[in-house]
């Protein structure tokens, strides 16, 4: 998941078309525990960054954008919601299988784990995760159509 090379100036700018609410790039600090890959690899089974199987999500990997700016997800203040960037490297985003579960995951309701890569091998779990909102739109600094969903912490996000 290497994304092009981006000067630290660009990387650290917001962007115009992110969510009007105050956000960040830092994921809110948690007490969870600091996993291996191997035990996030025992939910999340492929190493990109949208798990799902037969269109139904399964989890989500995260980085906030620090080691992979071509995804800047970003978390509200609050830390109840992160907006999300659908599955797509290079070129603008479509309706590959993997953003059309995350569209399916709005009307199924169900919740699921998004993990943080803090570094390799160092991973945090960050609760369970509902999708609630997507569009496609163009951003700026990336020159492309992504797309941003919306994620809200479930009700019950910290339970199994």
């Known amino acids: 998941m290497l994304g092009p090379a981006r000067s ?6 917001r962007r115009d078309d992110s969510p009007a609410e105050t956000e960040t ?3 809110i600090a948690d007490s969870s ?12 089974r492929i190493r990109n960054g949208v798990y799902q199987r037969e269109g139904r999500l399964i989890s989500l990997l ?3 954008g620090r ?9 509200s203040e609050s830390g109840d919601q992160v907006y999300y960037t659908g599955a797509g490297r290079r070129g603008d985003q479509y309706l590959n299988p993997p953003n059309r579960a995350l569209l399916a995951a709005i009307e199924s309701g169900h919740r699921v784990p998004l993990f943080n890569k803090l570094a390799t091998g160092r991973w945090q779990h960050m609760g369970y995760w509902r999708v609630t909102a997507g569009r496609q739109l163009y951003n700026e600094e990336e020159q492309r159509m992504l797309w941003l969903f919306t994620l809200e912490r479930a009700k019950d996000g910290h339970s199994r």
């Open 8 to 13: 630290r100036k660009k990387r650290a700018g």
């Open 25 to 27: 790039a830092q994921p």
């Open 33 to 44: 525990p600091v996993l291996s890959w191997a035990e996030v690899n025992r939910t999340h």
């Open 62 to 64: 995260t980085d906030f």
């Open 67 to 75: 080691i992979n700016p071509c995804y800047p997800d970003r978390q």
